[in-house]
């Protein structure tokens, strides 16, 4: 009997960590994909409204911040729901991570300390993304 519980629980915790690395890259994509959009799209006076470091970079800097965050997003979904290269996904993930730092380093600069909290849990996600794509739970291509 012991064995029995014993060989169920390998195969058990074996389905925890894709299922949570497809929830942190779900969450990671919406979060990126509509924070990148609307910072492609949206005219830089309704996002300074919103976003006061916005008025204080150049609005290519802004575009290309949009840029980034839009493929991410696209990066952490796309390869691994298409099995095309989905070894792209963990790459999407430590993309994000060097963003996060990079954020937490500006708000810093900026005195905007009560930013980095988000942007040092939304790079934790992706570490995590990157850390279990690339060693633990990597998607097989077709």
Known sequence: MVSTV???????SSKVL???????????????GMAGLMKLT???AVLAQNMAWV??????????????ESSA??????PSLTRIKPSLTPLAAAG?????????LFHLSRGEAQM???????????????????????????
């Open 6 to 12: 014993s060989a169920a629980a390998p195969s058990q």
């Open 18 to 32: 894709p299922i949570a690395l497809w929830i942190a890259q779900l969450l990671l994509a919406v979060m990126f």
């Open 42 to 44: 949206s005219p830089i």
């Open 55 to 68: 008025g204080s970079v150049p609005v290519a800097l802004v575009r290309f911040i949009g840029l980034a």
């Open 73 to 78: 997003a696209l990066g952490l979904l796309l």
């Open 96 to 104: 994000l991570v060097l963003i996060m730092v990079l954020a937490s």
């Open 116 to 142: 980095v909290p988000i942007n040092l849990l939304l790079g934790a996600i992706a570490a995590f993304v990157a850390w279990g794509r690339f060693t633990r739970a990597p998607i097989e291509p077709r």
